[in-house]
């Protein structure tokens, strides 16, 4: 299963709209608006695929120097628990560390505190509400 960082705007990028549209936003009611898709020109996108099926995705969204979010993960519902989303989290990491990074953080939706815990992300703070549903900030030294 290759893992590898793709362009914006590019056809693997309009790829990982639809895949993260399907299981991350239409379940809810929502889209995304072009101004959201052209802030992501200058993240790091990555993508696991099968020849041209991207399987599933992941951004790291630059806060400072030092730390990178990461946003919109998600793998095709038939494929979770299939380790796609493990190798994706080590990717992305392996991504960070490279290029200097010594924190990832994120806004983990609650039902998927549990995966990340397993890679040692760990709660902070209170829960909220982000995109109609019940969130935690996690984080992770790297």
Known sequence: MPLKQIIH???????M???RAK?????LGLSFSKLEL??????????????????????????DEHI????????????????IGAAIILFGEN???????KKITMHARNSAIGFYEKFEYKVIGNEFEEVKLPHHIMEKML
């Open 38 to 63: 052209d802030k992501e020109e200058n993240d790091l996108l990555i993508a696991a695929f099968d020849e041209d099926e991207m399987l599933g995705c992941c951004i790291l969204t630059k806060v």
């Open 17 to 19: 709209v639809a895949l």
């Open 9 to 15: 705007g590019g056809s693997d990028y309009k790829k």
């Open 68 to 83: 990178l979010r990461l946003r919109q993960m998600a793998v095709k519902d038939n494929l979770q628990g299939k380790g």
């Open 95 to 101: 991504l960070a560390r490279d290029k200097g990074y």
């Open 23 to 27: 299981m991350l936003r239409t379940p």
